[in-house]
């Protein structure tokens, strides 16, 4: 039998390791909206991500109890995940958007005496 204090332990792991799982699927959902891949590789990534998070939660498991799954662990990573969706999730995304937003506007900056320069040699012919 699993002591109390470490069923607790093992608990707020599952709620931390939820947060994580919330975490890199929102930056799963960033990269398919500015890719925009083709639906069936979008079915095939989606597929893809959930393996590897199922991997990920499964070595936690080995590492942290053995790897017992218990309902608390399953409890834990949704709570993880709901805490994030609830708290974190709307952030998160709103900082990525501005980050991308202004790379682009920093990327066309730095571009622009490029695009000055094919204008003036375009004008020259």
């Known amino acids: ?6 069923q607790f ?4 792991l599952a709620i931390a390791l939820g947060i994580l799982i919330g975490i890199l699927f929102d930056f799963y959902r960033i990269s398919n909206r500015l890719l925009r891949p083709p639906i069936m590789v979008t079915r095939i990534s989606d597929l893809l991500f959930w393996l590897l998070m199922t991997a990920v939660v499964f070595y936690s498991l080995l590492l942290g109890n053995w790897g017992e799954v218990r309902a608390y662990i399953i409890l834990g990573l949704i709570f993880g995940l709901i805490i994030h969706v609830r708290c974190f999730s709307q952030t998160l995304l709103r900082l990525a958007n501005r980050f991308f937003r202004f790379l682009g506007h920093l990327v066309k900056t730095l571009a622009r005496p490029f695009t000055w320069g094919n204008r003036f040699f375009r004008r020259v012919k």
């Open 1 to 6: 039998m699993i002591p109390l204090s470490q």
């Open 9 to 12: 332990m093992g608990f707020g």
